[in-house]
T-cell receptor, first 114, second 118 residues
Framework: DSGVTQTPKHLITATGQRVTLRCSPR?????VYWYQQSLDQGLQFLIQ???????AKGNILERFSAQQFPDLHSELNLSSLELGDSALYFC?????????????FGSGTQLSVL | AQTVTQSQPEMSVQEAETVTLSCTYD???????LFWYKQPPSRQMILVIR??????QNATENRFSVNFQKAAKSFSLKISDSQLGDAAMYFC???????????????FGGGTRVLVKP
């Protein structure tokens, strides 16, 4: 167990809908990362937050948004869902945001858009 | 932009034997980190081994070792004495040391599936 908790584990929804994925980092970790794993695109970095502020942005669609709350948990919001958004969404956390940081991954949320 | 390539979609190994997974990457940077992650059927991403580019010595973690060739931009993973529990997808990943520009993001390769035969 990495200590990173993601909910829900599975999510099935329809095209056009909006969903929220939740991530609780390891106790004490200030940095949160979101990754998407799909058959087409492989594992892609979406976005990173550090202590509530956006630190780095990757290939995140405009329909997607994220935030990190004062208690350090993070949410990834996906709207106007399309079939191609079906993927496994990972959250990872690290203590800080330095270059030596070790990332701990959650078990992911499997999103299926029908 | 950095890219990571894993040319072997699948590798098969006999239990107790050795298997080597290939990874090449493209970067113009001189300071960076390379990783191998394991993803078993449980989907959890587990860090196997890490290599810092400025260190010439190859990293080793128990039965896992790497062959880091900086000039060739190659980073292979050797699994010795393979066990049934080693069966998983293995991903090679790159991370820049330029945190201010790139954050801590990992760039992953496409993965190699390792099958272990009893």
């Amino acid at each position: 167990d990495s200590g990173v908790t993601q909910t829900p584990k599975h999510l099935i929804t329809a095209t056009g809908q909006r969903v929220t994925l939740r991530c609780s980092p390891r106790s004490g970790d200030l940095s949160v990362y979101w990754y998407q794993q799909s058959l087409d695109q492989g594992l892609q970095f979406l976005i990173q937050y550090y202590n509530g502020e956006e630190r780095a942005k990757g290939n995140i669609l405009e329909r997607f948004s994220a935030q990190q709350f004062p208690d350090l948990h993070s949410e990834l919001n996906l709207s106007s869902l399309e079939l191609g958004d079906s993927a496994l969404y990972f959250c990872a956390s690290s203590v800080a945001a330095g270059k030596r940081e070790k990332l701990f991954f959650g078990s992911g949320t499997q999103l299926s858009v029908l | 932009a950095q890219t990571v390539t894993q040319s072997q979609p699948e590798m098969s190994v006999q239990e107790a034997e050795t298997v080597t997974l290939s990874c090449t990457y493209d970067t113009s940077e001189s300071d960076y980190y390379l990783f191998w992650y394991k993803q078993p059927p449980s989907r959890q991403m587990i860090l196997v081994i890490r290599q810092e580019a400025y260190k010439q010595q190859n990293a080793t973690e128990n039965r896992f070792s790497v062959n880091f060739q900086k000039a060739a931009k190659s980073f292979s993973l050797k699994i010795s004495d393979s066990q049934l529990g080693d069966a998983a997808m293995y991903f090679c990943a790159y991370r820049s040391a330029r945190i201010k520009a790139a954050g801590n993001k990992l760039t992953f390769g496409g993965g190699t599936r390792v099958l272990v035969k009893p």
